[in-house]
Every structure is written in structure tokens, then in C-alpha cells.
């Protein structure tokens, strides 16, 4: 695998900022690789655009000092990574077990440039998995009061230094001083249902209904419940013929593969938050 950086920046769209940033990989002797970039308007008119870019060029190491201060010279905001840094996860899971093992696969299978660090759990079904990978499992019940609880698993986050934690069916409602000490480093899932069909039971309820499509949306946590920023959404279609359990399996299904695919997007540094609380996602 090729050495590089990976550069994400905003800034407001004027002429000549890529060719600003091209110019000093370029005296620098670093090969761009890749280079996307996407302007937004909002609906004022005459309003100026904001622009967003995401570019891979050759690690070359007189360069990064240059380029940071070009950035800061011209006030863009930016990110610069180094891709043989893997992404150090606390991967938060309850009872289910499809989206925490997802991940786990992935990971394990090197398809993600991610290092597993802790599991953390407020139950012990899915202790065997983590263990047989030889990750950490941490049982942290609901026995206490919530701010205690969550300062002992702060405290795990810390101790094992994660950078993004992944709730993988982790049922439990993280406080705005929680989500605070990890802003858009946290990624959940749920079906898309939301906001009908709220409460236990999603799926009977919308089998009841006769819905024809089943999704998932994965997000960044917020102070705001289930309304954070969407990083990746998919849906399925159903007919009349699926059952509870038909919905329930094909819920599974896609709510692995949408998590997996918003881990994905993170850990490879294609997801930026706008400040509109949108995302922009480098496909």
C-alpha cells in the first residue's frame, strides 16, 4: 500500500483554492492520487457556495508543515491524515449480536483500515466473539446511576485511547455529556421506520401497517436523539408475503451492511460535517 495523506477541507468557494492546494503537493514532488471535491449553495440568492474537497497525494514528509500553513494562511479548515494510521474502535454492543459481528468480520478481515481496541457491553451474550479475536470485553451493567455508568466506560474509551466509538445495536441513550467528550466520533444505527413505529417492537408494528420497504439509517450521535447527522442509508423491498420474522431478518440485514458501510466511510476519511449539520460523503 502506497504511503499517503489524506487531506479533508472546507472553506468558502472562491477561484484558484484547488489549484492553491495542487501547487504545493506539486513543489513538493508528491503525486496526487485522488482528488474529489463538491460545492454546496444554499437557497439565498447570490449567496456564496461552500466547498468541500478530499484529496490522496504521496506522503512525502517536507510536505505536510507547507501545506498546513498554507491552509491556515487562507483560512481553510482541514484534516490531514496519515492512511497508515488505523482507526482505533470501541465497538458498544447490548443483546444482538448481526451488527456487532459485522464489524468484527470486517475488521478482522483487514477490509477496514480500523483496529478493534475494546468492546463494551451492558451485557455478556456476545463476550465469546470479542474474546475469540482477543479483544477486550468490558461488562459494564445498568446497575448504577447513568452518570456513573458512563463515566466508567469514558474511562475505557481513555485507557484504551479510541477515536470512534461504533453502537452496534447498543441500546442504550448516551447523555449530552457523553456525546460531548466524542463530537462526530460516534456512530449509530437504527431502522428507518423512525419517526413512525417508535418504541418496542418496531417491526410488528410495521408489519401491522403493510409497509413495503424495510431500511436502516446510520448517523453521528447528537445531543438530539436519532437525529444526527446521516452518514449511509439503504432500504429493501417487501410484499404482502413477509412475515414479523421475514421483516425482522431482512432488518438484521441491512442494518449490518448500512453500519458497516458509515465505519467504512469514517476510518478511510471520506465524511465531512457540514455546518449545517449535514454530511458530505466522498463515494
Keep these: 500500500m502506497t504511503d499517503k495523506y489524506i487531506l479533508l477541507a472546507t472553506c468558502s468557494d472562491k477561484v484558484g483554492i484547488t489549484a492553491l492546494i495542487t501547487d504545493v503537493i506539486a513543489q513538493h514532488q508528491s503525486n496526487i492520487l485522488h482528488l474529489d471535491h463538491f460545492t454546496e449553495y444554499d437557497d439565498s440568492q447570490n449567496a456564496e457556495g461552500q466547498l468541500y474537497l478530499r484529496l490522496e497525494f504521496e506522503k512525502i514528509e517536507s510536505l505536510k508543515d507547507d501545506l498546513e500553513n498554507t ?21 458498544f454492543v447490548s443483546k444482538e449480536d448481526h451488527a456487532f459481528n459485522e464489524i468484527l468480520l ?3 478481515r483487514n477490509e477496514l483500515p480500523a483496529e478493534i481496541v475494546c468492546v463494551v457491553s451492558n451485557h455478556e451474550n456476545n463476550r465469546q466473539f470479542a474474546e475469540t479475536l482477543n479483544i477486550p470485553f468490558y461488562y459494564v451493567p445498568n446497575t448504577e446511576d447513568k452518570e456513573v455508568v458512563e463515566n466508567k ?17 447498543y441500546m442504550q441513550i448516551l447523555s449530552d455529556h457523553f456525546v460531548n467528550h466524542y463530537p462526530n ?6 431502522h428507518s421506520f423512525l419517526p413512525s413505529f417508535i418504541g418496542a417492537n418496531p417491526y410488528k408494528q410495521a408489519w401491522h401497517r403493510g409497509v413495503k420497504l424495510v431500511g436502516a439509517t ?11 447527522p446521516i452518514i449511509d442509508q439503504d432500504v429493501i423491498r417487501i410484499n404482502h408475503r413477509y412475515n414479523v420474522q421475514d421483516l425482522r431478518k ?5 442494518e449490518s451492511s448500512v453500519l458497516a458501510q458509515a465505519v467504512e466511510y469514517h476510518v478511510l476519511h471520506k465524511v465531512i460535517v457540514t455546518a449545517n449539520h449535514k454530511t458530505v460523503v466522498f463515494t
Design 71 to 91: 491552509l491556515t494562511k487562507h483560512q481553510i479548515n482541514y484534516n490531514l491524515f496519515d492512511n497508515q494510521h488505523k482507526t482505533k474502535i470501541g465497538l
Design 106 to 108: 470486517r475488521v478482522n
Design 153 to 169: 466506560i469514558l474511562k475505557i474509551c481513555s485507557e484504551n485511547h479510541v477515536e470512534l466509538i461504533v453502537l452496534a445495536k
Design 185 to 190: 466520533q460516534i456512530i449509530n444505527i437504527h
Design 218 to 228: 446510520s448517523h453521528y450521535v447528537t445531543s438530539d436523539l436519532d437525529e444526527g
Design 250 to 254: 431482512i432488518g438484521r440485514h441491512v
